[in-house]
């Protein structure tokens, strides 16, 4: 009998006395430990009526018995389905009902509200709480702590991730346990993960990042995990002096920097830090070699693909680029329109093909042939050009290109020239509708800390080195960029509260 997700990635630790995760409170969980409540977990969804490839919705702080219930659903063959804990019972119950998931496993706070979403797809509720408590917990506590792996091959399907959905409804990204497995035996490969190393885990892990790359590098490589709640700069502050690695949304990193006590100090010993899931600032990446002496090392990937492209552990990290494909993923740039790939250094769209793809979006089977083409690339809607190198350098999402007065603007090249004005701290361009150019540039200014950014002056200093059409028709200040829980900017939201600008 095999589980290869089960077997590489936890099974072969069940003896291990070592530490697994370093907790907030300051105890630690060995392997041995993690495994034992992993398989009480595992005889709980057995006696839920959980059979191997039913769905198990997943909406849970996060903790270490949240981790063991990913654990639980890879032994028992259950399709783990994890999702964002800011999510209403509105948007939970489109989740449960596209997927046709036989439990619900909430907080005890969201209980009540759920209870009546859960039984109107036919699924079960239980409930599990940060603190690990909950009828969940309960229903696992007399159960042994033993299960035998159910027998899985490697293209089984492991989890559902659902994409976080800027546009349109979100979609379940159907991940097999080999799409998983290939991405973090590369990774922990190419990022020379051992088991002396000591992450520290500050992201959610309801994201593939927190808890397909972080994670399960770290089990594969047998290395442990100090298992924060939520990124906050006193706590990974303080627990810096203890981890070896750490890995981050860009907005880790500006935080860090806002904060006078990261030193060179505070972080000499570290070996590596890593920056993903939204573009990270070359001057940011600047400011922290400068103040630290770490060079980051920037990745790129997405729900569908696990990890693509990854700077160098040795060679060169290059600020501003994602690095190059990732041993294994193919990857080249085409053209939009027709799909041909495009002259070495042309901007175009980003295609994938790798045993890191996943195999479709759940029942949407539309929307799967429009991105995942016959011949295995994916078309990820990343607009990027890749430099003499052979740096992959995005420049923004197909989505997000502005199409004004018939030529295409993209974004990133005019917030490289916003961001370098002087009062500006950040910037995002986005298209609103515009009466005579189809779509206007509209440039989103965030003022530098106690600055007021002379958008007359910006305007005016910019045109002399951007084409006419590139310029922005308006410069806009906001107090900041609307985020999600991943750092990244939702062009969404400001086209939407810009969209009047030229009406
Ligand atoms: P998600 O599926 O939520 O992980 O989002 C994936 C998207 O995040 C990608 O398609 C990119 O648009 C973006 N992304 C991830 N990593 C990076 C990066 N290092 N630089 C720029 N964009 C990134």
């Known amino acids: 009998m095999t589980n290869p997700l089960y077997d590489e990635l936890f099974g072969r630790h069940r003896d291990s006395d070592r530490s697994f995760l370093h907790l907030p409170d300051g105890g630690t969980l060995s392997f041995r430990a993690f495994l034992d409540m992993a398989a009480q977990f595992a005889n709980a969804l057995g006696a839920a009526g959980l059979d191997p490839g039913d769905r198990l919705a997943v909406q849970v702080e996060k903790s270490a018995e949240a981790l063991a219930v990913y654990a639980a659903a890879a032994q028992t063959g259950v399709i783990f389905l994890p999702l964002n804990t800011a999510y209403t019972a509105d948007e939970v119950d489109y989740f449960v009902g596209n997927s046709g998931a036989r439990l619900v496993l909430c907080d005890p706070a969201a209980e009540a509200r759920l209870a009546p979403v859960a039984a109107a797809h036919g699924a079960a509720l239980m409930t599990l709480g940060g603190d690990g408590r909950g009828s969940f917990a309960d229903a696992a506590a007399d159960r042994p702590a033993t299960f035998a792996p159910v027998d899985r091959a490697a293209d089984d399907l492991a989890a559902f991730l659902y994409t976080s959905g800027t546009t349109g409804r979100s979609k379940g990204a159907m991940l097999t346990q080999e799409n998983l497995l290939s991405n973090a035996r590369v990774l922990t490969d190419h990022w020379r993960f051992t088991e002396t190393d000591v992450l520290l885990h500050a992201l959610p892990i309801f994201h593939t990042h927190g808890l397909f790359v972080a994670t399960n590098v770290c089990l594969l490589a047998g290395a442990s995990m100090i298992l924060l709640p939520r990124f906050d700069a006193d706590a990974v502050i303080g627990w810096l002096p203890r981890a070896t690695t750490m890995m981050g949304v860009p907005t880790f990193y500006t935080r860090l920097l806002d904060d006078a006590r990261l030193t060179r100090d505070l972080v000499g010993h570290m070996r590596l830090f890593v920056s993903g899931s939204a573009p990270l600032l070359s001057e940011t990446h600047e400011a922290f070699e400068a103040r630290t002496g770490q060079r980051i090392l920037e990745r790129y990937g997405m729900t569908e693909t696990n990890m693509n492209t990854s700077n160098p552990y040795d060679g060169p990290r290059i600020a501003g680029t994602v690095g190059q494909p990732l041993p294994g993923v193919e990857l080249k740039i085409t053209d939009p329109e027709t799909g041909?790939?495009?002259?070495?250094?042309?901007?175009?769209?980003?295609?994938?093909?790798?045993?890191?793809?996943?195999k479709g979006y759940w029942q949407m089977p539309d929307k799967t042939r429009e991105e995942l083409r016959e011949n295995g690339f994916f078309i990820t809607g990343d607009l990027a050009r890749i430099d003499e190198d052979g740096y992959v350098r995005i420049v923004g999402r197909a989505k997000d290109l502005v199409i004004t007065g018939g030529f295409n603007v993209y974004p990133k090249e005019i917030e490289e020239a916003l961001d370098a004005q002087p009062g500006v701290l950040e910037s995002a361009v986005i298209g609103v509708p515009h009466p005579d150019f189809g779509e206007a540039v509209?440039?989103?200014?965030?003022?530098?800390?106690?600055?007021?950014?002379?958008?007359?002056?910006?305007?005016a200093a910019i045109g002399g080195s951007l084409a006419r059409f590139k310029q922005p028709k308006r410069l806009v200040v906001l107090d900041e960029l609307p985020r999600n829980t991943m750092g990244k900017v939702q062009k969404n939201v400001l086209r939407e509260r810009f969209a009047g600008l030229f009406a």
């Not at 041909?340 to 996943?358: K, L, Y």
């Not at 989103?444 to 002379?454: C, E, H, I, K, S």
């Open 340 to 358: 041909a790939e495009v002259a070495q250094g042309e901007i175009g769209v980003i295609e994938v093909r790798g045993p890191n793809v996943f």
């Open 442 to 459: 509209v440039g989103v200014l965030v003022p530098a800390p106690g600055q007021t950014p002379d958008t007359d002056a910006i305007a």
